[in-house]
């Protein structure tokens, strides 16, 4: 009999501190309520298939989401964050994803640079008709946090 | 440079023609060389009044108080000071006409050790964008240069960052004074404070630090003046600046934007966006 191997699963930013055996990745998942959150709908009623590792919140506009939320998304039960609005020009308020794009650069950088990995937090632009590609993301995403291993950096202690 | 004369004579002129009710301006501390903060009632106090290169803190952060609000104040703003006021004002925080500024053309104030502080070194307008009074000559505007610590850092692994900003997060005590010195942070209830002191979890832990200094630093992100008040106010000395040069940098490389409040109504590079914006990080 054979046993499969398996590649030990560690922590991208404390390379000392493992996963458990059964650990699965927690993405929050921001998305904007006019393309996003239906494009998200679409792939349930399409039956696409998706992993499951994604918790769905869903927010009027892009430019909704405060850095905050990504900061307390972290700090709570998320190994990484997925923020989706509209493509740029299909924003229902008509700028707010602009806006947004320049905050979620900053964000991004900012968490680089104080030592969370560039792919914790991840965006991206998904259309109400963009079923198939939601599904890709979602599956992009999950597997990039797989590779990075659980966050352990500034857990609220009692969570 | 030293002004001293010159403040005294107009907050003296000032309180005699009745033009304010209170100057805000700088006085020796009384047993050593340092300036403190000091806020003038009467005629008769003009003469405590102080200019030099020590003159460190940012006085515009005295308006956000209740005890200013609807008098009419005198004070005397350095460049970064005046562009924090400016962006007060675009914020509808204070009224200019209720104002007496004092302008310096700064030529840079020193820190603890006697040289001339980081952030006057890599000053980018150190004259006053907004006066009734300009004091000195001006030498108008220099170029941008990246802060020296954040190139340094940025050449080190990541995993090594991690290490050096676990130990400042763990060293915050949570005292928020970074966020009371701050003339930006007027709110009157902050959501920060959610994360509190309560009996079961104590305030000063390291994830509330990092939840308090990264929300705090990324809601000043693109109006930040560096005037370095937190870093002043910090009992513990932690490099503050740290955060806000780096947004101050990616904000810079990716939008071209820079110098906040240079004139009323510009409200920073987060009011504003351009259709040419990066969007590769973006899947």
């Known amino acids: 009999m054979e046993a499969e191997i398996k590649e030990k699963i560690v922590s991208m930013e404390k390379p000392h501190m493992e996963a458990p055996p059964d650990w699965q990745p927690v993405i929050m998942g921001i998305l904007c309520n006019w393309c996003s959150y239906a494009g998200s709908d679409l792939t349930g009623t399409s039956r696409i298939q998706y992993p499951p590792n994604i918790r769905i919140i869903r927010v009027p506009c892009s430019s909704r989401v405060d850095p905050w939320f990504i900061i307390k998304s972290l700090q709570t039960i998320a190994d990484g964050v997925l923020i989706s609005g509209c493509h740029p020009g299909d924003c229902h308020y008509i700028s707010g994803n602009y806006y947004a794009r320049r905050r979620f650069l900053v964000t991004k950088k900012l968490l680089n640079f104080v030592g969370f990995h560039e792919n914790r937090v991840q965006f991206s632009w998904v259309s109400a008709a963009e079923g198939a590609k939601f599904a890709k993301v979602v599956t992009k995403v999950t597997e990039d946090i797989r590779k990075l291993g659980p966050l352990h950096l500034y857990k609220k202690e009692n969570s | 440079m030293d002004y001293t004369k010159q403040i005294q004579d107009i907050a003296g002129r000032l309180f005699s023609e009745g033009k304010i009710d ?27 009044l102080l200019f030099t290169d020590k003159s460190v803190f940012n006085l515009a952060n005295y308006l956000k108080y209740e005890h200013t609000r609807n008098k009419r104040v005198g004070l005397i703003v350095k460049g970064c000071d005046s562009r924090a006021l400016n962006l007060m004002l675009t914020e509808s925080q204070v009224k200019r006409e209720n104002l007496y500024i004092i302008g310096i053309a700064c030529e840079g104030v020193v820190n603890e050790t006697g040289e001339k502080a980081q952030n006057c070194v890599e000053c980018m307008m150190p004259d006053a964008v907004v006066y009734d009074e300009l004091l000195g000559s001006a030498t108008g505007k220099r170029e941008y240069q990246v802060n020296a610590d954040i190139r340094e850092l940025d050449e080190k692994t990541l995993t090594d960052r991690v290490e050096y900003f676990e130990e400042i997060f763990e060293n915050c005590i949570r005292c928020n004074a970074c966020r009371h010195s701050c003339p930006l942070c007027y709110c009157a209830k902050c959501c920060i404070d959610q994360e509190t002191a309560t009996l079961f979890h104590g305030a000063n832990t390291t994830s509330s630090a990092f939840h308090a200094l990264m929300t705090w630093s990324l809601h000043l992100a693109g109006r930040c003046v560096d005037c370095r008040n937190c870093e002043k106010a910090c009992p513990i000395h932690l490099p503050l600046h740290l955060l806000h040069k780096l947004n101050e940098k990616v904000i810079y490389e990716n939008f071209q934007e820079n110098l906040a409040g240079m004139t009323e109504g510009d409200r920073g590079a987060f009011y504003k966006y351009s259709l040419s914006d990066p969007d590769d990080f973006i899947l």
């Open chain 2, 22 to 48: 209170i100057f805000i301006g700088y006085r020796n501390t009384g047993f050593d060389e340092n300036q403190v903060p000091v806020l003038i009632h009467q005629y008769k106090d003009v003469d405590q």
